[in-house]
């Protein structure tokens, strides 16, 4: 029998594309997907006593999950995707992040993830098999039309369609993020899963490609990979979907641990997600 993954929020944005690129990597994999409320302690305990799986990709909730884990299957590897919005006020730095950032969340949602962060590294030094991806900005089909790159496109695909007059808005042009293919992304979540011989316990890997893309340099590329003339007008009124300066990371440590680099092109991305709004508009 082939690994058995066990995962979390496979429903999502993220989780969709995992699946696929699970299937090109892992032959022989069980699928055990959200089998349980992960909000129900004896649930979670009992389906990880009775199941054992070999191991976990975790996107939703943490630490009744983690703590099951560490008591009945603790000889799994525990995957927690994390976010580099952990490091919140550390951006303000300017440099690029490694892993050995503060953390310094400036949100709700990074200051949970923050904490679900901190106790699976917690739970590492208790004996907990657990590695931590902290992703940085991703993108590809199927994301919320909130988020930085599709909330671009979409403006891009009316333009081109007349349902929207040449004018692509967007927020403050000058805030930069480092943005990876969540295909690419969800390699490196596959990568960890299947490492010949585990990381240290409670490891920390930044994902991301280490490169930053200002919100104007992205909207101009999504123009020219479209071949639409459009002018681009800022509304402060826009607020950045993270709330945070610039972010900027270093890839170093999971390029060296996981043998990992993104490979999917800038330019591929743009038009994948380009033409996923594409089609949306039409429905």
């Not at 992040?97 to 917690?122: Q, T």
Request: proline content about 6%; aromatic content about 6%; some cysteine.
């Amino acid at each position: 029998m082939g690994l058995r993954i066990l995962l979390t929020g496979g429903q999502g944005f993220v989780g969709q594309h995992f699946k696929a690129r699970l299937q090109d990597r892992i032959p022989g994999y069980v699928l055990l997907e959200d089998p349980m409320d992960i909000r129900d302690r004896a649930a979670v305990e009992r389906f990880v006593r009775n199941e054992k799986p070999d191991a976990c990709l975790h996107l939703d909730g943490t630490l009744i999950l983690a703590e099951s884990f560490e008591a009945y299957a603790p000889e799994a590897s525990f995957v927690f995707v994390s976010t580099a919005e952990i490091y919140g006020a550390s951006f303000r730095s300017g440099a690029p992040l490694d892993e050995s950032a503060v953390i310094a969340p400036v949100n709700a949602y990074a200051s949970s993830k923050a904490a679900a962060d901190l106790a699976v590294g917690n739970l590492s030094r208790e004996g907990l098999h657990g590695l931590r991806l902290r992703s940085f900005t991703q993108a590809g089909t199927g994301q919320d039309g909130g988020s930085l790159l599709p909330f671009l496109a979409a403006q891009v695909a009316r333009i081109e369609t007349g349902q929207q007059p040449p004018v692509l808005t967007v927020g403050d042009p000058d805030t930069g993020f480092d943005v990876t293919d969540v295909r690419d992304a969800c390699d490196a979540y596959v990568s960890a899963l299947a490492l010949p011989q585990p990381l240290p316990d409670g490891t920390a890997l930044n994902i991301c490609s280490g490169v930053t893309r200002t919100v104007g340099s992205i909207a101009r590329d999504l123009l020219d990979v479209a071949g639409v003339a459009a002018s681009i007008v800022v509304d402060p009124a826009i607020m950045s979907p993270t709330g945070l300066p610039s972010m900027r990371g270093n890839p170093d440590a999971a390029r060296a641990a996981l043998n990992w680099s993104p490979r999917i092109a800038w330019t591929e991305t743009l038009l994948t997600v380009l033409n996923d709004w594409r089609y949306r508009i039409t429905l």
